[in-house]
């Protein structure tokens, strides 16, 4: 018999124990195509090598293997979590803010039946979903109203089409912004159909150059907050407060764009950040119309955007049709209200994983990382050494911020850092760390605390080799 034809048929496969496994957790279409395409590799392999014998066995078992492996690759989830030890707290590319456990729970339920999204509970009839976390999203930050949407570059291309469709935008020329993924404020403008006007040069602005810039054509002054870029030197930029008093003085709408949504008073961050970072309370007390921030960046939420300001715009933008194509589902209101709680009650930097890394003390980082130094001890060629660096917060925030921090730098002894780097990445779950001057650091800020025993095993994982244990003195 040949090689060829001791290739097994896929009817028979199927009553194998393996197989049916498979099938009960992929389905039985995708198990079987998964075969035919094994089979049908096998087969060029065998007929390429007719001499190699195989039992039959042998051959069920390596279709087996192989099957679960193309079902693993194609029909796996893409979406992972991975170990973020790159120091970067609000990492966009690794979905920004962990959500609390206040709010994964909350998710839970919500997701587990129906909701009152759009029902009124009371009145037995139809309700409206922008009614949700409104309340709360008032009480934390003064404002008259609230909005959600799902970004905030939603937040902001709502604002404009609301408010200035078809007439002028003021914006100074220092503020023309451009933010990850080639996001520009002139193409929100467009989008919106408002029409920008440009005032001021790029590093000095004045009150003055508001007010001359204001005609009946003027719908409102938007100011956007510079959260990842500073302009230093000969520069000049108005308060909030001066901008906000223009507004009043030719009753024009001030809106601003303040991105990183930080809720935070100063006196709550002293002792472990320098965030200088203004406040959702402050611009909605310098008076202005709107404010627009995301919800998953120091604010540690979902992905949203949201819009706090006056009662008068808020209602514009409720009922502007644009809305229906921007709104927010029963699970990011969930995750939002949950995270709401957290800051109301005080919490949010015990409880609120992007506050607690902030507020994280470095004497906590180092005890931390002499535990796992400890738990590695013995690991043939791998050295796993304690230092002080520097963490970030990101997400287009605080630039040039930097938080002080405590890293492990990770040498394997047979491979480079690069291929370390690489190791760690295809880790079950993928570690990933940052790069500096040749060596692998692994930052424990962005470390959860309960996922440092993930940590070490994948540590582990870089060499299989232990050392024995080394006997005591007058042993034998």
Known sequence: MTSVRRIPSIEQLRQRDAVRALEARYGRQAVVTALREEAEVLRQRLTDAPDTLRETDDVSRELEMHASARLERTLAPSLRIVINATGVIVHTNLGRAPLARAAIDRISTVAAGYANLEYDLIHGVRGARAEHAAALLTRLTGAEAAAVVNNNAAAVLLVLAALAAGRE???????????????????????????????????????????????????????????????????????????????????????????????????????????????????????????????????????????????????????????????????????????????????????????RMIAATTEALMARAQKIVEALAGVAGLTVTPQPSASVIGGGTTPGTTIPTCVLNVRVSHRSTEETEAA?????????????????????????????????????????????????????
Do not use: W
Request: net charge neutral.
């Open 424 to 476: 760690l990445r295809g880790s079950t779950p993928p570690v990933v760390g940052r790069v500096e001057r040749g060596q692998l650091l692994l930052d424990l800020r962005t470390v959860q605390p309960e996922e440092d025993e993930a940590l070490i095993a994948a540590l582990r994982g870089l060499t299989p080799m232990r050392e024995p244990p080394t006997k005591g003195k007058g042993s034998s």
């Open 169 to 355: 935008v003021i914006i100074s020329r220092g503020e023309l912004v451009e933010i990850g993924g080639g996001f520009r404020i002139p193409e929100v403008l467009q989008q919106s159909g408002a029409r920008l006007r440009e005032v001021g040069t790029t590093n000095r602005t004045r009150p003055a150059d508001y007010a001359a810039a204001i005609t009946d054509r003027t719908a409102l002054i938007l100011r956007v907050h510079p959260s990842n870029f500073r302009i230093e030197g000969f520069a000049e930029r108005p308060t909030l407060e001066q901008v906000a008093e223009i507004g009043r003085r030719f009753d024009i709408p001030v809106v601003e764009d303040l991105g990183s949504g930080n809720v935070f008073e100063a006196a709550r961050l002293s002792g472990f950040c320098p965030l200088d970072e203004p406040t959702v309370r402050a611009s909605v007390d310098a008076g202005i119309t709107a404010c627009c921030f995301s919800g998953d960046k120091l604010f540690g939420g979902p992905q949203a955007g949201i819009i706090v300001g006056r009662e008068t715009a808020l209602s514009r933008m409720r009922t502007h049709p644009l809305l229906r194509a921007l709104r927010v589902d029963k699970l990011t209101y969930a995750a939002l209200e949950a995270t709401l709680l957290e800051h109301l009650a005080g919490r949010a930097t015990d409880t609120v994983p992007v506050s």
